[in-house]
Each structure stands twice: as structure tokens, then as C-alpha cells.
């Protein structure tokens, strides 16, 4: 899964959908009705971590820290089940010409930005996987582009299945950055008419942007993928809707 939390805010108009305070449920819902194995986590703030451990369950890790150079502020999480997987290593790194400096960015970017990098055994199988959790820049497209380099380069070297969950900023077939993702090897595990994911609390129509990307390289197998539309009890859990996908490797089930 990859599911942006949408980060709580100081204060809110009146009935205003994108309180913290309504949307609290309706995350704890959607994380703990899929239980997903992997799962990249965007916005997130120390407030929220209680609760999303709690919706996973004992058995997930939250994995990363804040994006600032005291290891504070908003987070991209890689929550893994550990009863699923086994965490062979796992490191962050911020998307510079620096990556192992805490808290730096790329000249131009609005903000640091992290990936979290796990090298993961699943226990069923015996498979080793890498899986990287993300959120690039909103604008400019250019600091998309130097951000999707780096993780690139993250991914290098790596034979097995790989996994790239993230909210990417870009919308998925008609931006640069996803034409320079997919010419880069990996595969999306959505098909070109899925819905979009970024509906700002409105009804998705067909101008929805899809920001939220599930992309994989080597060998997997996609057995389904969709964009989880639903809205417990009616209330928006997000922004965005979170994007779910059951992948395989060669030698049997991964996530």
C-alpha cells in the first residue's frame, strides 16, 4: 500500500473534511481493514504515529524518522508487517547530493525530502525483496526529476523484486516524471484507466489526478491493484485515496 495520512493542520473551519480529528477514524479503518504487509506512509507527524500503530497491529514496524536535521518533523514511513517479513536492514536517506546528511535538500526543493530503504526476507517463501518509501516535491517538476535519479540509485544492484511506493506529486501518465520512472525499468502495478488518487475531499471524476504510484522491477508479478475509494461511515480518511496492490514473485506469494 501506498497511502498519503495527510499531516493535521493547527486549525480548521467549522466542518471542514479535512480535520484530523474527523479523519482519525476513517485512517485507523482503511489501515486496519487491509493490514496491508508493506505500506508507505506520507505526512506524517509524531501526533499520528500512535494511531497508525495501533490500526496495523503489534506485529508492523514503523520505519523512518523525520525529515529535519534533529530527526523531527513530518515523516515517510515504511510500515512492515514482521510477521510476514523479516527485516534483514533498513536505512533513510534524503533525496541530495548529500544523502546520509540529515535534513538536506536539493537546491530549488521546497523541502527535505527522505526515502526509507528496507531489505526484507518473506518468511513464507524465503524471498529477499527491497522496498522504497517516498514523497517528492509538489513543484518543480526538475527537483522530481534530481529526487526520482536518487532513488534510482537506491535500487541499484539489486537483482531480486523491488518495490517503489510513494506520492509522487506527478500525475501518472502524463508527466515527465513518470515517463522518466518507467524508462527507467520499473512497471506500474495499476492499469492506465484506473481512477485518480488526489480528490481534495471531492468526488473523483476524470480530471482526478493519480499521484499515488505502486511501481515495481524484476521479478514480480501484479495478481491485482486498485485505488481504494471507500469512505468509512462517509467521512474522507484523506486527501488522497491510499492505492493497494498484491504482487508475487516467481517462487510464490509477497505482499
Request: hydrophobic share 40%; glycine share 10%; with cysteine.
Amino acid at each position: 500500500m501506498t497511502f498519503n495520512v495527510r499531516r493535521p493542520l493547527p486549525r480548521y473551519r467549522r466542518g471542514d473534511p479535512d480535520a484530523w480529528f474527523t479523519r482519525a477514524p476513517a485512517v485507523q479503518a482503511l489501515l486496519h481493514a487491509h493490514r496491508p504487509g508493506l505500506a508507505a506512509l506520507q505526512e506524517v507527524q509524531p501526533e499520528q504515529l500512535h494511531l497508525l500503530r495501533e490500526a496495523l497491529g503489534p506485529e508492523h514496524v514503523l520505519l523512518g524518522t523525520g525529515r529535519n536535521a534533529d530527526g523531527h518533523g513530518e515523516r515517510c514511513l515504511l510500515a512492515v508487517d514482521t510477521g510476514r517479513f523479516a527485516v534483514d536492514g533498513w536505512r533513510q536517506r534524503w533525496l541530495s547530493r548529500t544523502p546520509e546528511v540529515p535534513g538536506s535538500r536539493g537546491s530549488g526543493d521546497a523541502f527535505p525530502r527522505t526515502a526509507v530503504l528496507a531489505d526484507l526476507t518473506d518468511r513464507r517463501t524465503g524471498v529477499a525483496w527491497r522496498a522504497v518509501a517516498t514523497h517528492l516535491d509538489p513543484w518543480p517538476e526538475s527537483a522530481r526529476l534530481r529526487q526520482l535519479a536518487a532513488l534510482q540509485c537506491l535500487l541499484l544492484g539489486w537483482d531480486g523484486p523491488r518495490l517503489l511506493l510513494a506520492d509522487w506529486n506527478a500525475a501518472a501518465g502524463r508527466s515527465r516524471t513518470w515517463d522518466a520512472a518507467l524508462a527507467g525499468g520499473l512497471r506500474d502495478t495499476l492499469p492506465p484507466e484506473a481512477p485518480g488518487t488526489f480528490h481534495r475531499y471531492r468526488e473523483p471524476g476524470a480530471r482526478t489526478p493519480r499521484l499515488d504510484w505502486i511501481l515495481h522491477g524484476g521479478p514480480v508479478r501484479v495478481l491485482g491493484a486498485r485505488v481504494l475509494t471507500e469512505r468509512p461511515r462517509g467521512v474522507w480518511a484523506s486527501d488522497h485515496f491510499p492505492v493497494l496492490a498484491e504482487l508475487e514473485h516467481d517462487g510464490g506469494p509477497a505482499g
